[in-house]
């Protein structure tokens, strides 16, 4: 046992994509959940720092830490099981901001720290989030949360029937 510092790292999964328009476009997309129901299924996030959010009947879980319309947003971000009063998992926090680029806005994800066993699964999570996100800003036709859940889960090499497998 030392009293000096110990050095760790931990894991982050952090996305950029370029949408159309200014940020103000996408930010109800993150902020109002009720435009992005396919994701945020049943829930809000007060708006306001100190707010709650509660996110797919109440299996996510935080607080908002940063609200800075129209371009950051950032909260706690809590994973509960079914009937759970406290979550087994550790907190992280979820970053996301918006910012006017020279064509259109620049849109960072950033979720941290992330359990080295979910890092995949987490990535397949935020890509589906994000592509979903981008349909709705193009105003494209957002498909179901499962269409690019499958998609991404190629991409990431995560099983879908046993995700953890």
Same mark, same amino acid.
């Given at each position: 046992?030392?009293?000096?510092?110990?050095?760790?790292? !931990?894991?982050?999964?952090?996305? %950029?994509?370029? /949408?159309?328009?200014?940020? *103000?476009? =996408?930010?109800?997309?993150?902020?109002? #959940?009720?435009?992005?129901?396919?994701?945020?299924?049943?829930?809000?996030?007060?708006?306001?720092?100190?707010?709650?959010?509660?996110?797919?009947?109440?299996?996510?879980?935080?607080?908002?830490?940063?609200?800075?319309?129209?371009?950051?947003?950032?909260?706690?971000?809590?994973?509960?099981?079914?009937?759970? !009063?406290?979550?087994?998992?550790? %907190?992280?926090? /979820?970053?996301?901001?918006? *910012?006017? =680029?020279?064509?259109?806005?620049?849109? #960072?994800?950033?979720?941290?720290?992330?359990?080295?066993?979910?890092?995949?699964?987490?990535?397949?999570?935020?890509?589906?989030?994000?592509?979903?996100?981008?349909?709705?800003?193009?105003?494209?036709?957002?498909?179901?949360?499962?269409?690019?859940?499958?998609?991404?889960?190629?991409?990431?090499?995560?099983?879908?029937?046993?995700?953890?497998?």
């Amino acid at each position: 046992m030392s009293d000096g510092a110990q050095f760790t790292h !931990a894991h982050m999964v952090r996305f %950029e994509r370029r /949408l159309p328009g200014p940020p *103000a476009q =996408a930010w109800g997309f993150l902020a109002d #959940t009720g435009r992005l129901p396919g994701w945020y299924g049943d829930g809000a996030i007060e708006p306001r720092v100190g707010g709650a959010v509660s996110l797919m009947g109440g299996h996510i879980r935080g607080v908002v830490t940063q609200w800075q319309p129209p371009g950051r947003i950032a909260y706690t971000w809590n994973v509960y099981n079914p009937g759970d !009063a406290t979550s087994p998992y550790p %907190e992280s926090y /979820l970053i996301l901001t918006l *910012a006017a =680029a020279v064509e259109g806005t620049t849109f #960072t994800l950033e979720h941290l720290p992330v359990q080295e066993r979910f890092v995949k699964l987490n990535a397949m999570g935020w890509h589906t989030f994000m592509d979903m996100v981008e349909a709705a800003v193009r105003g494209d036709p957002v498909h179901g949360r499962d269409h690019y859940m499958a998609l991404n889960a190629r991409h990431y090499g995560v099983d879908l029937s046993n995700p953890l497998g």
